[in-house]
């Protein structure tokens, strides 16, 4: 069944309390008049199908387990915040710090993004079609970021683990990030990532990883042990 909310007549308080109870039944949801309402489709944990039809605040599509969000239009800052699993996608732009803190599922933008995409990412897959700003993958810790534009300043900053990849420029490595080799296999699994998107494109990327100097658990561990 398909059930369609109108934001103009609902407090985003009311939007979310909505949104929770028809996604326990599985449905397919449509919301019109979104206006750009900030902390809409906040902490939903079940599969359902939501479908906006406009742009969104910032927060949107964040904390949450298992729905497929679809934005037809641009996206504010922190879209798709500690997403756990399910699927986000907007079709035009996304602000600052897209799927900050992400765990699982995946992201992606049909346009470009804002500075910090993939901050503190812990899995999962990041794709922007267009270009991200500045310190994309700051404090990454797993996951896929996969940018088919250019990147900004600092890519990678602080990065443990988890990959990166730009088809386009980079302004500059980030402190312990290094670029190395695409592998044959590495490349497969991005551009079918891409096709899975309808994405019909098969261009070399860079792949940035950590470089791993900023290693130091073991080292503190001996230091907080020697005090006990």
């Known amino acids: 069944m398909t ?10 308080r009311e939007i979310n ?25 906040v902490g939903l944990l079940d599969r359902c199908k939501i479908t906006v039809q406009g742009s969104v605040g910032y927060y949107s599509a964040s904390v949450s387990d298992g729905p497929e969000v679809i934005i037809e239009g641009n996206a504010g800052w ?3 915040e500690n997403l756990m699993s399910g699927t ?29 995409a993939g901050i503190s990412m812990k899995g999962g897959t990041l794709l922007v079609r267009g270009n991200t700003g500045f310190l994309t993958g700051f404090m990454m810790q797993e996951g896929r970021i996969i940018v088919l534009g250019d990147a900004g300043e600092s890519v990678g900053d602080s990065m443990y683990e988890g990959t990166i990849y730009v088809a386009g420029n980079i302004g500059s490595l980030g402190s312990d990030a290094k670029e190395e080799e695409a592998s044959e296999d590495d490349l497969i699994g ?24 900023l290693y130091h658990f073991d080292s503190l561990e001996r230091l907080e042990m020697s005090a006990v």
């Open 88 to 116: 986000v996608s907007v079709t035009r732009d996304a602000g600052a710090s897209l799927a900050a803190g992400m765990r699982g599922g995946s992201v992606y933008v049909g346009g470009s993004a804002g500075a910090r």
């Open 78 to 80: 922190a879209l798709g």
């Open 17 to 41: 309390k909505r949104l929770k109870q028809l996604s326990r039944t599985g449905a397919e949801i449509h919301i019109v008049n979104s206006r750009a309402r900030h902390n809409i489709i």
């Open 190 to 213: 991005v551009w079918q990532t891409l096709e899975d998107h309808g994405i019909d494109q098969r261009p070399a990327f860079k792949k940035i990883v950590s470089a791993r100097r």
């Open 3 to 12: 059930y369609t909310l109108d934001a103009d007549e609902l407090s985003i």
